[in-house]
Nanobody
């Protein structure tokens, strides 16, 4: 059974930071390209960042320079460090590996 479980979301003030985690089981994590996506209320789900099994990284322009994606293959875990958060970053954040999605974690940026 494949499971992707996100955690680390919450309420943070503009300019603050959060670190999201995605723990993966049921697939061979170390050879799986992984990604973060988000969906704001009333909007379509959008891609945020990708990290390949080989460590190549790409970011959406909207988060470049503020977010950092990483992975720890020994822990079957992917991370998203989010700094300088803005209200427009408010969304449910999802991790994805192959065709599998996590359940999402809510991030709310508000004063």
């Amino acid at each position: 059974q494949v499971q992707l479980v996100e955690s680390g979301g919450g309420l943070v003030q503009p300019g603050g930071s959060l670190r999201l985690s995605c723990v993966v089981s049921g697939i061979t994590f170390r050879i799986t390209d992984m990604g973060w996506y988000r969906q704001a209320p009333g909007k379509q789900r959008e891609w945020v960042a990708t990290i390949t099994s080989g460590g190549s990284i790409n970011y959406a322009n909207s988060v470049k320079g503020r977010f950092t994606i990483s992975r720890d293959n020994a822990k079957n875990t992917m991370y998203l460090q989010m700094n300088s958060l803005k209200p427009e970053d408010t969304a449910v954040y999802y991790c994805k590996g192959r065709v599998y999605w996590g359940q999402g974690t809510q991030v709310t940026v508000s004063s």
